[in-house]
C-alpha cells in the first residue's frame, strides 16, 4: 500500500461514502486521511465510519488518519413568514432579537455577540457573501442596515461579520459535546473551526490534552493578523479558502495560502489547503482544467496534504475525484521544475542537535543516493523534522507508538509503519533494514539512511544518524 506520491489526500465522508466497500475504494484511490464533518451526521454515523476505518487498517496493514472535524459557532438569521424575501439595493433593513418570524423590513438575529461587537459602518455579510449590508445605527440588541448589494434570502441564512473581533469562544455547546465525544471514539487530529486568536487554540489544548492533534482551520481574518502566535500553538492548519474568500476579497486569498504554507513549513507544522479543490467534480466524472491547476498550485506550493469536500462527502463521483487528485499531485512531483521549487525554498534548521541531525539526513541521503530516509520515532516530532526537509527520497517512519504512526499520515512524504518498540538501536537498525525491505522501499545493496535518539524511546532527543546498507 505504498504511495508513490509525497503530497497526502484528505477526504470528507459523508452520504456518498459511508459503506465499508465504499471506503475501501477510497482509501486504495489514495486517501490517506478521511474526514468526519460534525457539522452533519449523527454521532452513530461517526463512530461507524471510524470503526470501518478502523477494520480497513487491520485488513491493510496501513495506519490511516481520522480527523473530525468540528462545526465551531455558526452565525445565522432567522425565519421568514413566507420562508424568504427579496432585499433590493438602498433598501432599510433591520436586525434584532426578537424571535418573531421576519418580513421585507427586519429579521431575527439571535446573536447578541454580533451585536455587542458591530458599530456604525460596519459590514455585514449574508448567505455566503451574496447580500452585503452596512449598519447605520445599532444598539443593545439591534442593528439599522443599509442594503448595499440585495437579492433573495431565505430561512436560517449565515451571517458573515468581516474585520471585527466576536466575543465567541470557536467551542460552541455542540462542538464540547461532540468533541467529547470525537476523543471517546479515538479520532487522531481535531479540526477547529472559526479561530480568531491564539487564546482560541489555547482553550482547545486544555480540552484535548495529547488525546489528539489540533488543525486549526484558517477562515476568519482576525486569525491572520496573529497568524504567526496561532501556528506556533498548533499542530497543523488548514487553509479553509471557502470561508476566508467571503469575509476577505477573493483576490488576496492565493496570496495568504503561499504565505500560510510558507509558513507552515518553517515552523514544520503540517498544512492542508481545503475547499473546492475538484468541486465541478460532485456533479463531473472530470473536473474543469481551473481546479486541476488549483491542486497542483498547492502542490507546487509544497502544501502537506489537499482536502475534498463535498466532492466524496456527497458527490456522484467520490472515488474518480480522489484518484483525479491522485494523478494530478504524481504529474506535478514528477515535473523537474517541482524539484527545483522545493529545493529552492528551504529555511535554516534551528540550532538544535535533533534539527542538524534530520537536516544532515537529507543531504546524506542525497550524496549516497539512499533509497529512504528512515525515522525512528516515539512522539513523531523526529519525523515531521524529515518531512519539513522536503528532501528527495521517501520518509519511512518507524515508530512503537500507534496513534503517532496515524497522526503522521497527514505529513508530507511519510510512510508510517507501526512497530514493537525497541531497546537498542543495534536492533533499530535491523528493525529500519527489515521494514524498508518489506515496504518496498530498498532491496539488496540499497542504502538507507537511518536517524533515531539515545536512548530509546526518548521524545524528541534525535541525536544519531547512520547509513546502512540493505543485504
Known amino acids: 500500500m505504498r504511495r508513490y506520491r509525497n503530497t497526502k489526500i484528505v477526504a470528507t465522508l459523508g452520504p456518498a461514502s459511508s459503506t465499508p466497500k465504499r471506503i475501501e475504494e477510497l482509501f486504495r484511490a489514495g486517501v490517506d486521511v478521511f474526514r468526519l464533518n460534525f457539522s452533519h451526521g449523527s454521532h452513530r454515523d461517526h463512530a461507524e465510519r471510524l470503526r470501518v476505518i478502523r477494520d480497513l487498517e487491520k485488513t491493510t496493514g496501513r495506519p490511516i488518519a481520522v480527523m473530525a472535524d468540528l462545526q465551531g459557532p455558526k452565525l445565522r438569521i432567522g425565519s421568514f413568514t413566507d420562508g424568504k424575501i427579496e432585499l433590493k439595493a438602498g433598501a432599510k433593513f433591520r436586525l434584532d432579537l426578537d424571535r418573531a418570524p421576519g418580513d421585507q423590513k427586519r429579521v431575527c438575529l439571535p446573536h447578541t455577540e454580533i451585536f455587542e461587537a458591530i458599530h456604525k459602518g460596519t459590514d455585514l455579510l449574508l448567505d455566503d457573501g451574496k447580500i452585503r449590508l452596512t449598519v447605520t445605527k445599532c444598539g443593545d440588541g439591534f442593528a439599522e442596515t443599509k442594503v448595499i448589494t440585495g437579492g433573495p434570502l431565505s430561512n436560517n441564512k449565515g451571517v458573515n461579520v468581516p474585520n471585527v473581533m466576536l466575543g465567541l469562544s470557536p467551542l460552541s455547546a455542540k462542538d464540547r459535546t461532540d468533541l467529547s465525544f470525537a476523543l471517546s471514539i479515538g479520532v487522531d487530529w ?6 480568531q486568536r491564539p487564546e482560541d487554540v489555547a482553550e482547545a489544548r486544555k480540552l484535548i490534552g495529547d488525546q489528539a492533534s489540533i488543525i486549526v482551520k484558517l477562515e476568519k481574518p482576525q486569525a491572520i493578523d496573529r497568524l504567526e502566535e496561532i501556528c506556533e500553538l498548533t499542530d497543523s492548519v488548514m487553509v479553509a479558502r471557502g470561508d476566508l474568500g467571503v469575509e476577505m476579497p477573493p483576490e488576496k486569498v492565493p496570496m495568504l495560502q503561499k504565505r500560510i504554507i510558507k509558513l507552515c513549513r518553517s515552523l514544520g507544522k503540517p498544512v492542508v489547503v481545503a475547499t473546492q479543490m475538484l468541486d465541478s467534480m460532485v ?64 529555511d535554516e534548521p534551528d ?25 525512528y520515532t516515539t512522539s513523531g516530532s523526529t519525523t515531521v523534522r524529515a518531512s519539513r526537509e522536503r528532501p528527495a527520497v521517501p520518509i519511512l517512519c518507524v515508530t512503537a507508538n500507534e496513534r503517532t504512526a496515524r497522526r503522521l499520515a497527514m505529513a508530507w512524504g511519510v510512510h508510517a509503519v507501526h512497530v514493537e518498540q525497541e531497546q537498542r538501536f543495534s536492533a533499530v537498525v535491523k528493525r529500519a533494514v527489515e521494514v524498508a525491505k518489506a515496504e518496498e522501499f530498498g532491496g539488496a545493496g540499497d542504502k538507507i539512511v537511518i536517524t533515531a535518539g539515545v536512548p530509546m524511546g526518548t521524545p524528541g532527543s534525535t541525536n544519531v544518524l547512520r547509513v546502512e546498507r540493505i543485504l
Do not use: K, W
Open 283 to 346: 456533479s463531473s466524472p472530470t473536473p474543469t482544467r481551473a481546479e486541476a491547476s488549483d491542486v497542483a498550485t498547492a502542490v507546487y506550493d509544497s502544501a502537506d496534504a489537499v482536502m475534498l469536500s463535498a466532492e466524496s462527502a456527497a458527490g456522484e463521483y467520490p472515488v474518480e475525484a480522489v484518484e483525479m487528485m491522485n494523478r494530478i499531485i504524481r504529474e506535478v512531483e514528477g515535473d523537474q521544475n517541482y524539484r527545483q521549487i522545493i529545493n529552492a525554498s528551504h
Open 351 to 375: 540550532p538544535t542537535v535533533s534539527d542538524a541531525i534530520t537536516l544532515a539526513a537529507r543531504q546524506v541521503a542525497e550524496t549516497v543516493n539512499a533509497s529512504c530516509i528512515v525515522t
Open 190 to 195: 481535531v479540526a477547529l473551526s472559526f479561530v
